[in-house]
């Protein structure tokens, strides 16, 4: 039995079927807790009569998404337009693979796993334009146009911050990189609070969240690139849009706090609540914030975080010639 | 530099905005859930037109039958059956004919004074509302001279067919007088 768990397929195969399970289960409190969070923002309950407190309301919501009619829309292109939904949601178990929740709770150590997840959620554009294209809509069109050159430029300063990471850690490893912020005063982010603050802002565009959440712009273009969607096609790309969210602050409370690094009594809980905390504000940025204009979404890119970036990671550079 | 400045003024607001947001979420909560609570400020509930009783007789409402609300009604949705006592015969109010509005009441300056009801005893048969095609403008309410009718405070009002929503508002008044009655008694 030992000699089987030593196997590292099954272990992979353990390891990808127990982030699926927290996958979807993540999903359900993360709708609930974004539903929680405005409503407690406007001074609403939220979701309150399916169970206590409304903790079932996603679960009522999954269902319905499950028991309803998938509709292609005329004119649309059958294949594509079904392969978006799929190919948005599969990149991401393994991008969850490379994400230490501690030392031994990591699905598989890599050593290029920050360039792995990088990869891979970048996938999601392509997921987004094909559901714009296949959807013969012009909203879907529209909202993929946009997904595609936000997630272009916002990638570039997600990179470079990591970079800076990286050089620091002399690592792509991100169980290297949180094992070298032992100690709540060696976290990264008190050396790079600037990288943290673009890391953030760049991770709240690339997840399309608002006040970034111009390609499905409710007010403008319906919905965007899942205007045609429905049932369990638009239930996909909400999931992959929550996991994405998670993704992005794992990797963000590893490479600037440390990972499973706590106070005290370190383990995977610090990294879940860490990873929580994140998306709380995450979530309060969405309820406080407008959305962006195109071109300010653009300007704040181009002429801000880009040359921020590369100056922070010169610096860096510099610094750690200098001193390593 | 004047463009650094502004950046860091922008900046700035976003941290009050999130301020605003973020002490708004631990404020106390202001829906009302509804079937286990209800509001307390239903007084002010603006429903349907309903008709007022007399002070002297519940069971008789102050009307005086001079059609006002009849005609004023954008939706004609009120219609009202009265009859000169002596005649016998119920006839509709309003309009043209031997019982039309004294000059008292047709003048400028006249609104909200009773028109002598003259020498005619009259006695009104019946007071219907048709609520569907109600737009609750509060026409009948404001120019009825007599103020006898009121706005319900049915927010609660459901049905299931549209015959549900034709009120015979005399038989309201009846029927709320005679149940209010035997609560008096009881």
Known sequence: MTALLANPLVQLVIALLALLGFVGLNGLVLVWMERKVVGFIQRRPGPFEVGPHGLLQPLADALKLIGKQLVTPRGADRPLFWLAPILSVMPVPLCFLPIPFSPLLTGMELNVGVVLILAFSGLNVLALCLAGWGSNNKYSLLGAARAVSQSVAYEIPLLLTVLCIAFQSGSLNLNVIAGHQSGILHWNLWVQPLAFVMFFIAATAETNRAPFDLPEAESELTAGHHTEYSGMGFGLFMLAEYMYMIIICGMAAVLFMGGWDGPVAPGWWWMVIKIYAMLAAMMWFRWTFPRVRFDQLLNVCWKWLIPLGLANLLATALIMKLVG | ?186
């Open chain 2, 1 to 186: 530099m004047a463009t650094l400045g502004q950046t860091i003024k922008s900046l700035w607001s976003m941290v009050v905005g999130m301020k605003v947001t973020g002490i708004e979420f631990f404020k106390p909560k202001l829906t009302v859930h509804y079937p286990r609570k209800e509001v307390d400020n239903l007084g002010t509930y603006r429903g349907h037109c309903d008709l007022v009783a007399r002070e002297d007789d519940p069971l008789t409402p102050k009307c005086i039958m001079c059609g006002i609300c009849v005609d004023n009604c954008p939706s004609g949705c009120l219609s009202l059956t009265m009859h000169v006592v002596g005649e016998g015969k119920p006839r509709p109010a309003g309009g043209a004919g031997e019982l039309m509005l004294a000059q008292e009441v047709i003048l400028p300056g006249s609104i909200k004074k009773a028109p002598p009801t003259g020498k005619a005893e009259r006695v009104l048969d019946s007071f219907r509302l048709n609520y569907n095609y109600c737009s609750l403008c509060g026409l009948c309410v404001q120019n009825c001279p007599v103020s006898s009718l009121a706005w319900s405070r049915e927010a609660y009002l459901v049905g299931r067919s549209r015959q549900e929503f034709e009120f015979d508002l005399l038989a309201r008044l009846r029927a709320k007088a005679a149940s209010s009655q035997g609560v008096k008694a009881a």
